[in-house]
């Protein structure tokens, strides 16, 4: 009894450190960067960060979903580019009503990301790794197509509203600092927290993500939440989008390049399981956070962006390693050992 | 419970290890830029005591005088990229400047041109991290002119290198260094044009479709060979790759073996247009390339390529500094400063490359190769 409320108690606290690594990282991270740069400590340069997160924070958010039914979403960063191309289209040569724009960027990201969604389910692709790879591909070359492979800039003020207005338009008081963009995206991700957790669909994710048979086998519809999973990513690629549209007050054809590598790294670093069903909401902010962080600190510094490279891809390294030390791995090979004792 | 303990072991050493990367990432990174930064630190104590004790007096310029004989000023230069030798002439160029006027000059850059989003960070983390002045090249003149407007809006002059940005608002910057690369594609064409005929055909290798320099290098060079008569029998995109551009040289000397010309919008391609070229027994086929790296020196000087359109990013990066170094001091500077361009050939190559690696040596800038 003693022996098993002891097992309990160091269980726990190995559930909190795992839980917790990524967010020992950022502090870390951050109390030295603090040390090493009288700038970095500054709340003009901590909201700094937070604006440059908005972008990775979105899409990561989209590429989470996926990665927690076992997918992935490759297309996520030319997604965001074709449909910021198409409403920047809509706003400056054709003249949409610019609200309109926004809700056409939104549906278009959606409706990319139901294209991807139906090549998994109805054209039975056998990885989402291959449909969005292809998908990418498709959507970049039709993004070039569309502009002739020149920037469209001179958005409508309301379209570039959400990614570069501050909550006041009082610069001096503190609100005038803080921006919109960062708030946007804690209410998406508060709302993703409660979707995940106490709707259908979001517990169905998690489902089908777990074990893909027993879902199917216990009545969930499993290709309508896989379908269902790129659909919000490509909305989420949308929202990103509209935030990068603000910031560079044009929409370019090459602005989602490589960004499906940010994203997934902040899911990974956030302790979402590669194999699915397993990760939440807050985990994949304090890796969006991290990243744009290291980024950051590292500029500060005067890193060389090769070098951030570098670290980031160590950091993916040991935040999977943790992960595999947390359950999966460990777990597994114990399962084993048990079965092969069973057998003898 | 004893696996449990294993792997709370385990767990305690994965967080620490990600603590120390995060540590050491950090300090490993800074190591070189470290005693400079010590020796910055104390000048900058003091030249703030002297912007109060100046703004006390209300005297502006005569801080700025005082701050450069302390040589105190901290300047940052952005390049569109930190991954090829262009862009570490244009270090080695700005590192120059800042060793004889004895001032602080950092040199970053994203990893890859197209990546316009990290360029934009960059220029924001740098007006964060309260530099003097900031001198850029901007990899998307569109995209990046909301990052010059966060410049003026924190009163950091603004000189832009290599690229002009997409606006009319002039105020946005202090001044251009460049030449456009339009007009340097320009006179690409135009030697191509004085060693054919009318008539010629030829062709154009260039950099990812919807990259603003490679458009620009390409249009020069095709409107230029147009005029003189020439027919451009394809313009084709190698994403300023060597093996690519193999590929695509083999592919249109397949459909057109008689043309006369190659013109790639970077040296790596042309190179790889000549490895075409030669592959196919072609003789008098003329290739010329964009940017004078070393490697296309050896290739105009062993014959090969016929020509290289050099826009002395060396010069490019030194005169960016030290119009940031003179506009710090209060002077006046010219807006428009157009470039020379020189187009390499073997006629001017040797003098050219002897002058170049002297100032390279002299920045202390290690190139790739």
Redesign the interface.
Known sequence: MDNKNNNNITGKAAELISKSGPLVALILLCIFLAFKNENFFTSTNLLNVARQAALNGFLSLGMMVCILTAGIDLSIGYTMTLSTIIMAKCAVEAGVNPVLCLLIGILTGGLLGLVNGLLLTKCKLPHPFISTLGTQNIYKGIGLVITGATPIAGMPAVVKWAGSAFLSSNQDSFLGKIPLSFVIMLIVYALFSVFLNYTTLGRHIYAVGGNINTAGLSGINVDFVRTSVYVISGVMAALGGIMLTGRTDSAYPLSGNLLENDAIAAVIIGGTSFFGGKGNVLGTFTGVLLIAVLRNGLNLLNVSSDMQTIFLGGIIIVAVFIDVVRGGGFKRVKRMKKEEKAAA | ?K???K??A???S??L???M???C??????ES?DSGAAASDTETDTDTADGDADSGAGDTSDSAEEGKSGGSYKI?TICMA?NSDYWHMVEAGAKLAGKELGVEV?V?????E?????Q???V???V???VDAIVLAAN???????AATTVKGADIPLVLIDTKL?TDDESLYSCFVGTGNKDAGRQGGEFIASKLESGDKVAIIRG?????VH?DRGAGAEEAMEEAGLEVVAVQPADSDRGKAVDVAENIIQSNPDIKAFYATNDDMALGAYQAVAAANLTDVVVVGFDGTFNAMDSIANGEMAASVAQLPVEEGYQGVINAVKILDGETVEKDQPLDVVVLNEENLEEFRTDLEARIAESGVKLGN
């Open positions: 419970m696996f449990r303990r792997m709370l385990m767990l305690l994965g967080v290890a990600a603590g990367l995060a540590g990432g950090g300090s490993g990174g800074n830029s940052t930190l950092n970053i850059g994203p990893n890859a197209s990546d316009s989003a990290t934009i960070n960059m924001e983390d740098a964060n991290n309260k998307e003149p569109t995209a990046l002119v909301s997409n990812t479709v919807g990259q603003t458009d």
